[in-house]
């Protein structure tokens, strides 16, 4: 069954505009980068474009290796979602929303950030580590979205090893977006 959609006339640029309620919904804001194209069926598809989904494979590869290596979650985010997990439920966490709020301060950070989340906003709605290690992806200067290590557990939580480690994987990926 299909969604019933909003109907918009193009104008004479071929442009249109897209609702409100839509922009809302795909946390779209002017200036925000659109990946168009068409589907089998002749569609034309609207998705948010993120680069980090360009290389959502090494994301996902870099996460598995980041956990096999240390043992902690490892997790890529853009700056809207979860794009790869290991070493925690993929169903629960991949395509997670990113708090806004907490992404805001990761972007004025200078270096990674290392938190004991007791009491503090998730990063991650719904994720909700005993301490992370969270490094920024930037291209150009821009945030681009965030690599984190994880742990759960109180009594083994991340240390200097996986700061340095963390870093380096925000630095792989950002060149990859180049």
Not at 93 to 122: C, F, M, W, Y
Request: proline share 6%; hydrophobic share 40%.
């Amino acid at each position: 069954m299909k969604e019933t959609g909003v109907v918009r006339r193009m104008d004479e640029l071929g442009r249109i505009v897209i609702p409100k309620e839509i922009r809302r919904t795909l946390r779209i804001r002017e200036g925000d980068p659109l990946e168009i194209f068409i589907d089998r069926g002749n569609e034309v598809i609207l998705k948010r474009y993120a680069p980090i989904t360009a290389v959502e494979d090494h994301a996902q590869e870099y996460v598995e290796a980041l956990h096999d290596s240390l043992g902690f979650i490892a997790i890529v985010a853009d700056t809207q979602e979860v794009v790869g997990v290991a070493g925690a439920p993929k169903k629960q966490l991949l395509g997670r929303a990113v708090n806004e709020d907490e992404l805001a301060k990761i972007a004025q950070a200078e270096d990674v950030i290392v938190s004991h989340t007791a009491g503090q906003p998730p990063l991650i709605e719904g994720f909700e580590p005993e301490s992370q290690v969270i490094a920024p992806i930037r291209r150009d200067g821009e945030l681009e979205g965030v690599v984190i290590v994880a742990s759960r557990d109180p009594k083994h939580p991340v240390g200097e090893l996986e700061q340095a480690v963390v870093r380096t994987a925000a630095d792989f990926l950002a060149r990859q977006l180049r």
